[in-house]
């Protein structure tokens, strides 16, 4: 494989990412270094998480080295992780394995020992940017350490999307509230995008089994706040300043604002639970 993605959240106001672009460099001259992100926020798993198993799949054969790790230094495994259309190289703290599922599943693990006199604080540069540039030169990752149960690597809670019986109080300005005995959708934030756009961990498979359906208005609940959306396909499905409920390029369902932010109307972030219900079909 001579492709290595490379996903952190070293910000880019310093040298952390160069020096690793440098490692990987000398060890496997002229591999192509596709670069995901390095705005992933300080020690988010979850956020890096999410970008790297949304993104693999579009790429090339590659190595994925992911670098999000809070836990640098301590007890955690590094790891080196096989799947069927890829590589991952990064912290077992839950960053890799749905990376991993999109490639097809962990086929096989390995941890790879820390060298003696590493510096504690950049495994990045010194752990796993040399792990990553030695399988993308050739060399088979199961030779890099010892092997690990794929079972028992270190997976995050899945985040909420379940059926609940509506809210009540959750009817649309001027209603009563939630009809006796309709059921609502409960999903997590999953990520809030730079634009604003709010993605959750439901499906419109979820959504459709709670009656909601393209072209209809929903409720929109966050804590006690309420409002009303067009379940629509795109940002213009609605007017500008108005909210919309859309099936994302990433098959999950999202809010946006046309040309604002929904994070910021809704007032929520990564982890919070909102609550999304039908209403009735939307003024043509």
Sequence with gaps: MGCVSF????????????ACHGVLLRHAPGVRIIDISHLVPAGDVRRGSVVLAQTVGHLPPAVHLAVVDPGVGTSRRALVVSAPRGVLVGPDNGLLPPAADVLGGVRAAVALAVPDGVPATFHGRDVFAPAAAAVAAGRDPAALGEQVDPGELIRLPAPVA????ADPAAGEAGEAGATAGAVAVEAEVVTVDTYGNVQVAADAALLASAGMRPGHLLRVAVGASVTTAVFGVTFASVAPGELVVYVDSAGLVALAVNRGSAARRLAVAAGDLLQLSAGRPAPS
């Design 162 to 165: 379940r059926l609940v019986d």
């Design 7 to 18: 996903l952190t959240d070293y910000g880019l106001g310093d040298g952390f990412v160069a």
